[in-house]
């Protein structure tokens, strides 16, 4: 077949998909308007999990040549144009621009999103609890750094809840206007990442050079776009923003470096089939507290999946995740039992892999 006989045939379906995006916009607005009479929130990932699983199933099933990770970046921005189509939500994340957290909630809710930085998780918090953003997102746990104590406490101390998690593989570039590494005197990044380049600096001989740490590898990008003598270690998004060249790319030591996000509100979800629901436990102060509590799932078959002991103001809770639904009977039975002890956190579509 001919290039222009091709081309042609592609043309004929851009002009059938741009038909049904519009149709299926149609759709979405009667749905938009049905939600909006009961107050129900436009944003359900379990909907949307439903939708992904569906379409990944109907992919394999015809041996389809889109991938999976293909599908979910289509249907996820197709998701986030709905939503903006029918409420434009604000969504606050830990700043600034260019951050992993940018990254992890443009990646949850498109491009076309409102997006506001906020300087800290209790600020991100505070947006959400007193309605000035729909959602916020904040960083919950590394996998080499652990969890984020800053997270644990907003989660103790404010009344929203979890309604998803994210989780974002991370990865570094060195970042530089200088032609060559041998011109550079300083380097800028946050403080873990350059204990994450540890071999590549050593490698390169970067290790010698002055390390001036600051609050984010965004900034550091934009410093470093005003430092000739200067590189930044930093996320390939910020290195575009701020048209700072790589000189390489992922230098991180370890290439399974994952950061999980979690994504806020202020509404609960409705059971998707493959939920994780999210705790925090205040024992009381007795020899085997927490084995009697842990001894409830086992007894229930329950799969707890994570355990975290935190100190908040000075008292020991528990940072505890686990298989299932609040709504689901066990679950509801551990939680009969132990109203006293538990604040629920949410449940919420289970991502497929943890960090």
């Known amino acids: 077949m001919a290039l222009n006989q091709i081309r042609k045939q592609i043309d004929e379906m851009d002009n059938a998909l741009l038909d049904i995006y519009n149709q299926r916009m ?108 729909k959602f916020g997102v904040v960083p919950i746990e590394n996998s080499f750094n652990g969890i984020v104590s800053d997270t644990i406490t907003a989660l103790q101390d404010f009344d929203t809840k979890i309604i998803a998690e994210v989780m974002v593989d991370i990865h570094h570039v060195l970042a530089t206007k200088a032609e060559d590494v041998k011109h550079l005197k300083r380097l800028y990044s946050k403080d873990i990442a350059f204990g994450q380049c540890k071999q590549f600096l050593e490698d390169y001989s970067l290790d010698e050079l002055e390390q001036i740490p600051v609050e984010s590898t965004a900034k550091a990008a934009k410093l470093a776009a ?11 998004v910020a290195s575009k923003m701020y048209a700072l060249p790589i ?14 996000f979690f994504v806020i509100s ?19 102060n007795r020899p085997g507290a927490l084995v009697d509590f842990l001894n409830d799932f086992k007894e229930l078959k329950i799969d707890l999946t994570k355990i975290k002991s935190h100190i908040v103001e000075g008292v020991s809770i528990f940072f505890i995740e686990f298989d299932g639904h609040q ?29």
């Open 247 to 260: 000189l390489f790319s992922n230098i991180e030591d370890k290439g399974n470096n994952r950061t999980r």
């Open 226 to 236: 005003n430092d000739p003598q200067a590189a930044a270690i930093c996320a390939e």
């Open 26 to 133: 149609q759709l979405v607005h009667q749905v938009g308007k049905l939600k909006n009479s009961t107050g129900a929130p436009i944003y359900r990932p379990e909907r949307e999990q439903e939708i992904l699983e569906r379409l990944k199933q109907r992919n394999r099933a015809s041996h389809g040549i889109l991938t999976e990770e293909a599908i979910e970046a289509l249907y996820l921005e197709l998701f986030a144009i709905a939503r903006n189509f029918e409420l434009p939500e604000r969504i606050a994340f830990l700043g600034p621009d260019a951050s992993f957290t940018h990254q992890a909630a443009e990646n949850r809710f498109g491009a076309l999103s409102s997006y506001v930085p906020v300087g800290s998780i209790k600020g991100v918090f505070r947006e959400v609890s007193q309605g000035r953003a």
């Open 266 to 284: 202020d509404f609960e979800n409705a059971p998707s089939g493959n939920d994780k629901t999210t705790i925090l436990v205040r024992l009381p």
């Open 327 to 355: 709504h689901d009977e066990k679950i509801q039975r551990i939680f009969a039992k132990h109203k006293e002890s538990i604040k629920f956190l949410g449940s919420y579509v289970k991502e497929a892999e943890d960090v």
